[in-house]
């Protein structure tokens, strides 16, 4: 299952730039079989789609020499919740950054909503559109207020008039209990607040799936459950989630799936309650004895 | 708990000590406040007032204000009539004499548009209109030949209207230009960079003297016969270009101190680069690079006056041929206070401007 071999970056894919075309091709070669059909879907992004929405097959990553993700196989339904941990530097940031083309992968493909994701930049800002994405330093936008940052997406790629993209972003200020901070600046907020507008921005631009890069990791402890309650709240609407974290009250009450990363790989995949009563990898184990203590 | 509440309340609201407030306190506070401090304080004042006085009595008491040269000689103070009574060509130079009130009329109208954009809420895309109309309708006024308005050559602008011309055009097309070659020289596009990096140090490589020198002497050569530039179109040309490449290196400063994840949050939304630029990064990274932009800009105001070097009469080349008039020889002192004084007033708007940009900007 884990191949420990260690892979060199392909010379040609390491060159970063405009090569579009070919790269598609060369990925598309190495990947096998399902050639022909993702190259067709990825044609007609409109088309309904009926198989998973996100789909990982044999991805690699290298930092320059550093192997960072090796291997990764992942398929995720919609509404499905995924909870992704591990040790620091195990590649799960990098991983889910990858699907929002972040990060850049050099092997293997990532399909989106039925559009792969290569060098093409307008299928990336396509795809960019259905997935939003939750980061652990919140990255509000901090010269513009609360609803400017919401109602920015909406207008300026979504093309919503403004009194439209205002409701929206209302609407979701309204959920994430902040809407009388409309007006306020980021700076003014604590960081448990300003992680729910991070959370309500992303929510304005209605994505398919929404991304979470540890988003209580740097929140102080008395406002890590406010954001938490959010992100529950948003599971049980059946939001597809991939979401980084040590939460494991949160893994345990709203994942499907729990997947454990070490070193660049999926090392177990798992339900949560099998994951943490009966671990079946012994690097799970020893994590989790430390984090539980 | 409670009993401290209590106890709290009962505690009496004490006037601070009289040494610590008032004009005995702040004069303790700030000019007294030690050994060095106060002798600092006293040797300060001692040369305040050695030197005042006589300053006032020099420039104001024994000043003579409208005499012709023969009385300056006489006179123990300053003589201010070199200003006075050339005071004409010091500002409008060449330009014909009968003919002057149209560069008066051009600059209360420059005036008054720069009065009305330094107010933020009334900048909108119809203001930039505004200065296009209002900048075409100054040079129709000034260069004239139409509506009985006599035509005055460009090369008979000169004194303040030319130095004014230099930098409104000059510092406004260079800020755009610097900002795009600072987006330039950090793409990710080798050839694009490439050319930017090469332009910048090449430009900030060589002195702004050599660049004018360049544009007047050297740029004719290039020129298939029979095709000339006018002159003052290539000192522009020289000081924009000139400028921007500085101002490409202080905004590339704020490009870096925007953090990664600015990007990375617009990237997410689905902004292009063109939209990520324009509503999230530059607003941030212009904002915190105002005070050097504004230095960068006041230093090219006052660079202006080196076009003296390839022939053009600016504010500074006026002063000196009044200066080599024989009647008024020998006052060079007050003739040039005076245009350090209108180059003040210019830095001055500028700076105070930028402060209150910073403050209204301020989040």
Not at chain 1, 98 to 107: F, S
Not at chain 2, 347 to 360: D, I, P, Q, T
Request: glycine share 6%.
């Amino acid at each position: 299952m884990f191949r420990n071999v260690k892979l060199q970056p392909p010379p040609r894919e390491r060159i970063k730039d405009l090569r579009g075309r070919r790269l598609i091709n060369s990925t598309l070669r190495e990947a096998g079989e399902n050639n022909k059909m993702t190259y067709q879907a990825t044609k007609t992004p409109d088309k309904v789609s009926t198989g998973p929405i996100i789909r990982i097959v044999s991805m690699h990553k290298w930092f320059g020499e550093f192997h960072v993700l090796k291997d990764i196989n992942l398929s995720v339904d919609k509404g499905e919740r995924i909870v992704i941990c591990g040790p620091s530097g195990s590649g799960k940031s990098t991983l889910i950054r990858c699907i929002n083309r972040l990060e850049e992968h050099q092997r293997g493909k990532i399909i989106v909503d039925d559009i792969e994701l290569t060098n093409d930049i307008k299928n990336i800002e396509k795809i960019r559109v259905e997935v939003g994405m939750v980061f652990q330093h919140f990255n509000l936008f901090p010269h513009l207020t609360i609803l400017e940052n919401l109602t920015l997406g909406p207008i300026w790629v979504r093309k919503l008039p403004r009194s439209e993209a205002e409701d929206i972003a209302m609407y979701f200020l309204e959920k994430v209990h902040i809407a009388e901070q409309a007006a306020k600046f980021p700076g003014q907020l604590s960081g448990g607040q300003q992680q729910r507008v991070a959370i309500a921005r992303s929510l304005c631009m209605k994505p398919k799936v929404m991304l979470f890069d540890e988003p209580t990791s740097a929140l102080d402890p008395e406002m890590v459950k406010e954001v938490l309650d959010v992100m529950m709240q948003l599971a049980h609407e059946g939001m597809t989630m991939l979401v980084v974290s040590h939460e494991m009250g949160f893994a345990k009450s709203v994942a499907h799936r729990v997947l454990f990363m070490d070193s660049g790989q999926i090392l177990e995949e798992n339900t949560p309650g099998e994951f943490f009563s009966n671990p079946r990898h012994d690097r799970s184990k020893l994590f989790l004895s430390q984090i539980l203590h | 708990m409670e009993q401290t509440s209590i106890s709290l309340h009962t505690i009496e609201e004490v006037k601070p000590p009289v040494t610590s407030i008032g004009v005995i306190g702040w004069a303790r506070k700030n000019l007294f406040s030690n050994i060095l401090n106060s002798l600092l304080t006293i040797l300060i004042a001692y040369g305040l007032f050695r030197s005042v006085p006589t300053f006032i009595k020099w420039a104001f008491v024994n000043a003579v204000w409208w005499s012709d040269g023969q009385a300056c000689n006489q006179a123990s103070g300053a003589c201010w009539s070199i200003v006075t009574k050339n005071l004409r060509f010091i500002l409008f130079g060449f330009y014909p004499y009968e003919q002057q009130w149209r560069p008066v009329f051009a600059i209360v109208l420059l005036a008054a548009f720069v009065f009305f954009s330094s107010f933020r809420r009334n900048w909108n895309k119809y203001l930039l209109v505004a200065w296009i109309v209002g900048l075409t309708l100054i040079g129709l006024i000034m260069h004239g030949g139409f509506l009985g308005l006599p035509s005055v050559e460009t090369e008979q602008w000169s004194g303040i209207s030319l130095t004014l011309l230099l930098s409104i055009f000059g510092l406004s097309a260079a800020y755009p230009f610097g900002v795009i070659l600072a987006l330039g020289r950090r793409s990710r596009l080798p050839a694009i960079k490439t050319l930017c990096v090469v332009y910048i140090e090449l430009i900030r490589g060589v002195p702004l003297i050599s660049m004018l020198f360049m544009a007047s002497v050297m740029f004719p050569l290039f020129l298939p016969e029979g095709v000339t530039i006018n002159k003052i179109l290539r000192a522009q040309v020289a000081i924009i270009m000139f400028t921007a490449a500085y101002i490409a290196e202080v905004v590339r400063g704020g490009l870096q101190a925007i953090p990664r994840g600015q990007y990375e949050a617009a990237e997410t939304l689905g902004l292009n680069y063109y939209l990520k630029m324009r509503l999230i990064i530059l607003p941030q990274a212009l904002k915190t690079v105002i005070p050097p932009t504004v230095s960068i800009l006041i230093s090219a105001f006052k660079d202006t006056s080196l076009v003296v070097i390839i022939g053009l009469f600016d504010l500074l080349r006026t002063t000196h041929v009044t200066l080599s008039n024989p009647e008024w020889m020998g006052f060079s002192t007050e003739a040039y206070l005076f245009t350090a004084s209108i180059y003040f007033v210019g830095c001055f708007v500028m700076s105070n401007f930028s402060r209150r940009l910073e403050r209204e900007l301020k989040t």
